[in-house]
């Protein structure tokens, strides 16, 4: 029986080989873009699930209170997890690590002897405390993880990072010079190497060097035991099994006033202490500027929701092919019911050809899957991988989601056509029924209400890019090339280096800094007017400079002066400082005229220091359009120890431009690589999880539409089959051929029609939704709508007008004759 049953659903198959095509592939392309989407999901949601200790690690979070630009975040002082160590006994041991906050890239160099130096940039390095790897696992190929950073001066590499110093040579106890603006330059000790993971973790090192040993000691020891300042620090908790989480964090107050409550009072702000466990750092969307940029649970519901929608407009043509295809079947059931074929075998054979073209539709959806996940991962900028030993249970649930869907599909025609009454089948009586054809038109409206929604947030989500690609910064962002300067002897140059660049025709001008606009800015004063207290002061982040580097941005002064080289000497004594406009109002100032030449006051560590406002320049964005402009200041850098310069090119032919600046850097420093970036690519990186959501939503909006048009184009061929008689008989009367296209047309128009109806509100509500994640934001416009709805339509006409042409033209006397 089960053999006959294969033989005649295969039979249907090629008789009908076009509906069987649109089904399968139509099937088979949404359950590929439910798959990938659903491995980029799982990923995001497995971050640190990996590390054996995983239950019982929390990361210490501060919430700052009193300071406008600082909300959650993940910064700790560098005393806090020791102290809340010794206080609370639920603590088993405590880590922290710190980013290299001062640079993008770390300058690696490793002497082989003869005078060869290899030397390399090298990213995503990090200061560990000693306990870092006996609470974190990873996976040591060569050393001790429990004592590899013991001692000062030792560093754990990746194996990358040693295949790339040493070959193919032993890496442990070998010395490695490593130039940090962060941490100094020193000589480190290799004293392990591990496996690079190749699981998500919200830490992504490269490279770990001892917390001890470094420029980062030295500030750790004049912190002492301060619970209030020098916030940059993450700072790691493992619990004891069985630690009452929720009662730890209710301790956190009264601990932090008997600790941190005069240190947070001298400075004028207080703060609370909370926890995150380890699994939840990455989508916490309420801590900021984590270890790594964090993920987004909006994307993922984003993505999931187009993951859903991609599969159930594919279910959707599943399903309204084979209820319209039902009428072509009755003949078959009437003359199978009148040899005595029960109910219950008529619907097992409609069912199971429905579940056998859903199996077909899923393992040609794993072809594709495999063949392009890489494309994906290109896109999505991920690793993923469908591995039919790692992802059983994914593969397992999505044969299970094709049978379900094959059963759901199935089931209108096996228990509608199974019902039928064989003496009227076969008499010719039988003609779809409203409900059937009910169904179908709310099927098409529902594909087209997702199409519609999607193709507004694609169009949404681009022009909002095309805005942060074109947005006013505020300062000159072009042709701006940012020279990393990381050993001493590289910041020792750079007047050198200038002095040389601003002799050629090519460089317009030359200036330097701790940072630059769009990278990560950690310094900040809390500054104060006269007649006020530290109390009463604001915070405002600072960036230290030379006399050139506001000139080489062109961000000019809207009242007082900027620096220059004529002032210097009176500028260092005088504690000169740039303020932008929120400054002003931060701190109370009626306007910039006001503010020049004002006094400001700060205090630390018990010390007052005075400042004189030189100058003020108009608000300008040094962070992404994420973030509303804060207050921000200049002050000149003594001694001018600089961790960036920037060399901004006037010439056309750029690759000319900086060959010579390279040339120019090797004639003054021939040990270390050249290294540059462009800082308005620098910027725009601040925007990568938006262009690839703005990716991802693009692909998948022309993938849904595409599947929705297959339906179509399937539902108008049998609309067009069904009418066949109708259009003969209009032929033979007169009708012309344009009269006929617009009449199949129509219907399936008004469809789409009461779609984009539909669906036009539910879209603005969602992206107007999104936006609201800028500061800075571009306005949905009615002309969205308007031209989603015309595409909208445009494209259902393509698709059903090959139908209906082909409908209009035959020759009525084919159709006619068969009566």
Avoid at 183 to 190: A, I
Wanted: aromatic share 12%; glycine share 6%; hydrophobic share 45%.
């Amino acid at each position: 029986m089960f053999k006959t049953y294969l033989k005649t659903a295969w039979r249907n198959v090629m008789k009908s080989k076009m509906f069987s095509f649109i089904n399968i592939i139509g099937l088979s392309v949404g359950l590929t873009c439910c798959i990938m989407i659903t491995l980029y999901v799982l990923n995001e949601t497995s971050y640190d699930k990996y590390q054996k200790n995983a239950d019982n690690i929390y990361q210490v979070g501060s919430e700052f209170i009193g300071l406008g630009n600082f909300k959650k975040m993940p910064n700790t002082p560098a005393a806090l997890g020791e102290t809340m160590k010794n206080v609370f006994p639920e603590i088993e041991q405590t880590t922290r690590i710190a980013k290299l906050f001062s640079e993008d890239k770390t300058l690696l160099q490793f002497n082989e002897g003869s005078g060869n130096v290899k030397s390399f940039y090298e990213t995503k390095g990090y200061l560990a405390d000693s306990t870092f790897f006996s609470m974190f696992t990873y996976d040591f190929v060569e050393g001790q993880p429990q004592s590899a950073l013991d001692n000062p001066n030792t560093v754990v590499l990746s194996e990358d990072v040693a295949r790339k110093l040493f070959g193919g040579q032993p890496a442990l106890n070998k010395v490695v010079h490593i130039s940090s603006s962060t941490n100094g330059d020193h000589d480190f000790m290799v004293t392990g190497v591990f496996k690079p993971i190749d699981k998500p973790s919200h830490i992504d090192g490269r490279f770990f060097m001892s917390m001890m040993g470094g420029a980062m000691e030295e500030r750790i020891r004049n912190q002492g035991p301060n619970l209030a300042t020098n916030n940059y620090f993450f700072t790691y908790l493992q619990l004891k099994p069985g630690a009452n989480v929720a009662n730890l964090e209710a301790k956190f107050p009264a601990f932090v006033d008997k600790y941190a409550g005069s240190d947070l009072k001298a400075v004028g702000f207080s703060k609370k202490q909370f926890l995150v466990p380890l699994k939840q750092i990455h989508l916490n969307e309420d801590v900021k500027n984590n270890v790594t940029p964090g993920g987004s649970v909006t994307y993922l519901y984003i993505l999931g929701s187009i993951a859903l929608f991609t599969l159930l407009i594919a279910c959707i043509n599943f399903m309204n092919l084979a209820t319209a295809q039902s009428a072509k079947r009755s003949a078959e059931v009437g003359i199978r019911k009148v040899l005595g074929a029960q109910k219950k075998l008529l619907v097992t054979q409609f069912l199971g050809e429905a579940v056998l073209m859903s199996i077909a539709a899923l393992l040609l959806a794993l072809a594709f899957t495999k063949l392009l996940l890489p494309l994906f991962n290109e896109v999505a900028g991920k690793q993923l991988s469908l591995s039919f030993i790692d992802n059983i249970g994914l593969i397992t649930a999505f044969a299970a989601l094709a049978v379900i869907t094959g059963l759901i599909a199935g089931s209108y025609p096996a228990f509608y056509l199974s019902s039928f009454n064989p003496a009227k089948v076969l008499k010719g009586k039988f003609s779809n029924s409203l409900s059937a054809i009910t169904l179908r038109k709310a099927l098409v409206v529902f594909q087209f209400i997702i199409s519609v929604v999607l193709i507004v947030a694609s169009v949404v989500i681009n022009n909002q890019m095309k805005f942060l690609r074109s947005a006013d910064l505020g300062f000159e962002q072009n042709q701006q090339v940012v020279i990393p300067l990381r050993s001493g002897h590289a910041k020792e140059m750079y007047s050198a280096l200038k002095n040389e660049l601003l002799k050629k025709s090519y460089v317009s001008n030359v200036g330097a800094s701790l940072y630059y606009p769009g990278i990560s800015n950690v310094a900040d004063n809390i500054f104060f007017k006269d007649g006020q207290n530290m109390q009463e002061g604001k915070d405002v982040k600072m960036n230290y400079i030379d006399t050139r580097f506001l000139q080489t941005l062109d961000i000019k002064p809207l009242a007082g002066r900027t620096f220059s080289d004529d002032y210097y000497a009176q500028d260092t004594t005088s504690g000169a400082v740039v303020l932008n406009e929120s400054s002003l109002k931060s701190l109370g100032f009626a306007n910039a005229q006001q503010a020049v030449n004002q006094k400001l006051h700060s205090t630390f560590n018990g010390t007052t220091y005075n400042f004189n406002i030189v100058g003020v320049v108009k608000d300008f964005h040094y962070e992404d359009l994420h973030l509303p402009i804060g207050p921000f200041g200049f002050m000149l850098n003594t001694p001018p120890q600089f961790n960036y310069a920037i060399v901004h090119i006037k010439s056309n032919d750029m690759a000319a431009a900086l060959k010579a600046v390279q040339n120019t850097w090797h004639g003054l420093n021939a040990s270390e690589p050249f290294d540059y970036s462009f800082l308005d690519k620098d910027f725009q990186e601040n925007y990568d999880a938006e262009n690839k959501l703005s990716a991802i939503v693009g692909d998948f909006t022309i993938i849904a539409i595409l599947i929705s048009c297959l339906g179509l184009f399937g539902l108008a061929t049998f609309s067009a089959e069904q009418r066949i008689k109708e259009i003969g008989v209009r032929k033979v009367l007169g009708a012309s051929v344009s009269s006929i296209v617009a009449l199949l047309s129509t219907d399936f128009l008004k469809l789409v029609g009461i779609a984009v109806i539909i669906a036009s509100p539910l879209a603005w509500l969602i992206m107007k939704k999104w936006l609201q994640s800028f500061a800075y934001r571009t306005h949905i416009s009615w002309t969205v709508f308007l031209i989603t709805a015309l595409v909208a339509m445009l494209i259902a006409l393509l698709t059903i007008s090959v139908q209906a042409i082909r409908a209009a033209v035959a020759n009525p006397v084919k159709s006619l004759r068969t009566e």
